[in-house]
């Protein structure tokens, strides 16, 4: 809750800032009110906001790339550190076409691939509603890259590869919410950013579309229907995980927890459903149809077995189907079956805290078994969970246990 | 120096069942809230997870959910003429500590008391006649009836998915629920819980007796559950690792699997963990509660203000608290004068341990919960005549399975040698053979003029404040009624085919080592008259209107059943006197 005086800076900082191309009206309330909203749909908060802070959007956040760090710069509207004197075209042209305001090249860790579908006014209202919160005085440094990856004039190379700029229009032979929900996941929601394979240089692969890609620590699942790891889920399923973070199959936790909590949980019930109409009409292949899945031999999975039975089957039921908006089923929960283990492994060796929201305000956490299984146990566990319940899903080493272990340890989040 | 912070609406003391229930109640109401608990914060998955919540030497023996008595304890004596001595070790009972309390670590046996429970008094010397009760007796009226509590009972138990089977709806008798019970309003939200083996002989011996055999009502989940705040709980697995365990896997009700996920997520709530309150403080008029003194572990004494104080902390802490505070006027027995410290109770409880042939029989011990099991209540209460039989109160009795852990569990028949291969063939020969009930015969205990809490005359406290001290005794009436409920249970095992049957009879002296229960009660009691009561029917106290006092510490005497059920449904009913009556008019809702 804001405090008057405070109210009376954001004022006159807006004041102050109200330059030749800034035009925005700051009494437009439904211009407020609906960048508010894309806002929320973009997740701007994710990375322009340091998880828990008291200064949203004041940057800082560190993003994790393949190729090195970057922060999330300050978006506030403070007029040195923050945005508070750019123009509207300035604050278009780094939300959409990936180019600051001194003209160099934006890092793709900031979606403009996926934002440049957006329109020029919803990109307008987003910076009204940024206009009306508090400024705060925060000078980020951006890039923290490694040589050579520092160097921003690369990205006119990799604009030139993999960015296709341009407003997302309907397509006419498709329904009303289909391409709504096109809209919202091809733009603001940026699914692919996180769940489309991606080139060494890490641009998408367009035509493997939402089929998985991993990302800081964890596997973002293959989110395709058709023969896809989603293919048992309804629309409303999906509409109804977006919404609340958990439904009969699974629970958000880690990465898509905070997705959830902070953007799609607060999307009207019409757009998850419309995200979740599009999302069903994305088609995938079978997970793991591309690879023979290695099974694990007879011992290992007697092994596993057992220590399902003594650990998991509490809340996952034997059957594995788990508990519905409780505890996933592992048959239809999209990362059991993922070809590279990371979220299964990471998920059992740490635990994990799922979503709550209002929707579904019990949250249910996964215990850590890390500190209790060894890498032969726990890879006997994991194979036997993704052989028994998943589809086609490759068993899991002691070394690839191992190593993930070692990698969760250097981890800080 | 005392640091003082921004003034609430409200501040709770201990975040356990009914400070949940009342910092839930009152954040809806609108008011900034504030609770502060002595223990640690407690959640499922970090703190007793599946991996080692069963870990019996933990958790059983070593006491770890407990508060640790060189953090405080009481003193205890059975007789006034003796000297307490300071509990070094818990025994009879375990006193809670952390966020969730004895909410945390219970079996969730959860009951609704009789409709003449409340009435005691009255009820018995009508029926009986006064000369009846023993001289020095000194059972009371609650103030509140069944009926005033009944929707506030329906609201814990669909707070908690109970499983139950009903046996009184709306006043129609239902088959195979208990026919004692008071009228409900509708089901239990859950089916009862499967029943083993043991439980399933029991009643079929219970109803060829005439008895009628219902099942235990129970906070672990029968199947998938969610409550009408949105949460959600999982199905019991029957671990058999309730009560002095954490439940692993959300399928026990606690305020962490029911009331606190919904009650985090609003903005005019907060909790301090970690923090003792050292005093309710009063302004000048000694009228009026302007807040409390908190210790945190760094030492730092705070302040926290606040317009209305909710003191929920464990039985003989409220009293603590209350005597330390200069709240209502200290309990004399001498002078038979005064409120806090007075109608202190705890349980009658005893047990029958059976031996069958180990050829017939295997009962499967470790299919458990904290409550599956099936009951009667024939000896409960009043529900029998108790004038050829010379004293009063009862209790229900049951083959309630709630464990076959192997530290405890090695029945031997008497003759055995304590240890040695003997002993080991023994255990192993009558391990799958034996019932022993978790919860046999759960007898009342009425109160006395000679039992009761005040402040200990030597023993101190960390900061240098006295002690409470327990002078507790069992009473002839007591052990009477033990006698005669523990041979009636008896015999239900003896038609249910046992081959030898030992029966553990309650004896006096109180015994502080011996576990009975948690159920401490009474000492800052509810009821219609200000001079033999600290609180009116609403809990509110008599002498500092802006002070409520929940938990079991308001029970004139303590019936024969597990204590949780009334004590949520009375701080509904307090919770809700003070969103519908004194918020619109804060002040005493009782003109005495």
Redesign the interface.
């Known amino acids: 809750m804001r405090k008057g005086p405070t109210i009376a800076v954001v004022l006159i900082a807006l004041g102050a800032s109200t330059g030749p191309g800034a035009s925005a009206d700051l009494q437009d309330f439904a211009a407020v009110e609906r960048g508010r909203y894309l806002a929320n749909a973009a997740d701007c908060g994710s990375c322009h906001t340091i998880p828990g802070s008291e200064h949203p959007f004041s940057g800082g956040r560190p993003i994790e790339t393949p190729f090195g760090v970057l922060a999330a710069p300050n978006i506030t509207p403070d007029r040195e550190t923050g945005i508070g004197s750019w123009t509207n075209n300035e604050f278009d042209a780094a939300v959409r076409r990936g180019i600051s305001r001194n003209g160099a090249r934006l890092y793709p860790a900031m979606p403009f691939p996926y934002y440049t579908r957006m329109s020029r006014e919803d990109v307008a209202d987003i910076r009204a509603y940024l206009n009306t919160i508090a400024p705060v005085h925060n000078a980020v440094q951006v890039n923290r890259l490694p040589f050579p990856f520092n160097l921003r004039a690369a990205m006119i190379v990799w604009d030139r590869l993999y960015f296709t700029p341009g407003e997302f229009h309907d397509d006419v032979s498709k329904s009303k919410e289909w391409n709504r929900g096109a809209y919202l996941a091809q733009g603001p929601a940026h699914c692919g950013a996180c769940h489309t394979p991606k080139t060494v240089l890490g641009g998408d692969k367009p035509s493997e579309a939402l089929r998985g890609y991993m990302l800081q620590g964890w596997t973002a699942p293959d989110i395709t229907s058709g023969q896809g790891p989603l293919r048992n889920w309804s629309v409303d399923d999906i509409a109804e995980y977006l919404k609340a973070g958990h439904n009969k199959n699974a629970a958000a936790a880690g990465l898509m927890g905070e997705v959830v909590d902070l953007s799609t949980s607060k999307m009207t019930d019409q757009d998850t459903r419309a995200i979740a109409t599009y999302l069903k009409g994305v088609t995938g292949m079978a997970p793991g149809s591309s690879a023979t899945a290695d099974k694990a031999d007879k011992d290992v999975t007697a092994a596993g077995g057992a220590i399902f039975q003594d ?1 998991c ?3 996952h039921q034997q059957d594995g189907k788990g ?5 996933p089923n592992l048959s239809e929960a999209a990362t059991t079956s993922t070809q590279d283990p990371a979220t299964v492994l990471r998920v059992i060796l740490q ?1 994990a ?1 799922s979503v ?1 929201t ?12 890390g ?2 299984l060894d890498d032969a146990q726990l890879a006997a566990v994991a194979s036997y969970v993704r052989g028994r319940f998943g589809k086609n899903a490759p068993a899991v080493s002691a070394d690839q246990v191992r190593k993930a272990r070692a990698a969760l340890t250097a981890r800080t989040d | 120096m005392v640091r003082k912070l921004p003034a609430k609406d409200v501040v709770i003391v201990g975040l356990g069942w009914t400070g949940s229930i009342m910092a839930y109640e009152l954040a809806d109401a609108g008011l900034d809230v504030m609770a502060i608990e002595r223990g640690p914060w407690r959640n499922t998955a970090t703190d007793h997870p599946p991996g080692y919540a069963a870990d019996e030497l933990r958790y059983r023996i070593r006491h770890e959910l407990f508060l640790r008595p060189e953090q405080t304890t009481f003193t205890f004596r059975n007789k006034m003429s003796q000297t307490a001595l300071p509990i070094r070790t818990w025994g009879a009972f375990m006193p809670p500590n952390g966020v969730g309390g004895g909410g945390v670590h219970w079996n969730a046996e959860t009951w609704r008391f009789l409709p003449t429970d409340f009435v005691l008094r009255t009820h018995l010397t009508q029926r009986y006649g006064a000369g009846f009760l023993p001289d020095d007796m000194t059972i009371q009226d609650w103030g509140v009836t069944y009926d005033d509590l009944e929707p506030h009972y329906d609201r814990f138990e669909y707070l908690c998915g109970t499983s139950g089977q009903a046996g009184n709806v709306k006043g129609q008798i239902v088959e195979g629920g208990n026919p004692f019970e008071g009228p409900r309003s509708r089901h239990y939200p859950n089916p009862p819980q499967d029943q083993p083996f043991g439980a399933t002989l029991f009643a079929k011996a219970a109803r060829d007796l005439g008895y009628k055999p219902f099942p235990q009502p129970s906070g672990n989940m029968s199947r998938a559950y969610q409550n009408p705040l949105g949460v959600r709980l999982g199905p019991c697995t029957f671990c058999g690792f309730c009560e002095w365990f954490g439940c692993g896997n959300y399928s026990k009700a606690t305020p962490q699997t029911t009331i606190l996920p919904v009650l985090l997520r609003k903005p005019n709530f907060a909790a301090r963990d970690n923090s003792e309150v050292t005093r309710i403080n009063l302004d000048a008029s000694g009228k009026r509660a302007t807040g409390v003194t908190f210790v945190d572990t760094g030492g730092n004494e705070w302040e926290q203000p606040a317009d209305l104080v909710i003191l929920s902390a464990y039985t003989i802490f409220n009293v603590q608290l209350l005597l330390l505070s200069g709240i209502g006027k200290p309990y004399d027995p001498v002078g038979n004068s005064g409120v806090i410290g007075r109608n202190f109770t705890h349980q009658t409880i005893s047990d029958v341990v059976s031996f069958f042939d180990p050829a017939k029989f295997a009962f499967n011990p470790f299919i458990a919960s904290g409550s599956i099991g099936m009951c009667i209540d024939e000896f409960n209460g009043d529900n029998f005549d108790h004038g050829p039989h010379g004293f009063v109160g009862g209790g229900y009795m049951g083959q309630v399975q709630t464990n076959g852990r192997p530290i405890e569990t090695a029945p031997v028949p008497p003759g055995t040698p304590r240890w040695g291969a003997q002993w080991k063939k023994a255990v192993k020969e009558n391990y799958q053979s034996a019932l022993k009930p978790g919860t046999g015969v759960h007898g009342s205990m009425y109160s006395y003029r000679d039992v009761y809490v005040d402040l200990d005359p030597t023993y101190k406290d960390r900061f240098g404040r006295p002690l409470a001290r327990m002078t507790i005794d069992f009473h002839d009436n007591e052990l009477k009624q033990n006698a005669f409920l523990t041979d009636k249970f008896a015999e239900i095992f003896q038609a249910m085919g046992a081959r030898q049957i030992v029966k553990e009879y309650r004896k006096g002296p109180y015994d502080v080592t011996k576990y009975q229960t948690t159920h401490l009660c009474g000492g800052a009691i509810m009821g219609t008259d200000p001079g033999t009561s600290a609180l009116n029917r609403y809990l509110q106290s008599w002498d500092v209107p802006n002070l409520f006092v929940t938990g079991a510490s308001a029970f004139p005497q303590n019936p024969g059943y597990n204590p949780t059920g009334t004590v949520a449904a009375l701080a509904y009913w307090a919770a809700d006197a003070i969103r519908n009556r004194y918020l619109k008019n804060p002040g005493q809702l009782i003109n005495a």
């Open positions: 650990l089957s509490a809340c508990v519905a908006n409780m505890f635990g805290q709550a209002d929707r579904e305000p019990t949250g249910p956490a996964m215990p850590a078994f500190w209790q």
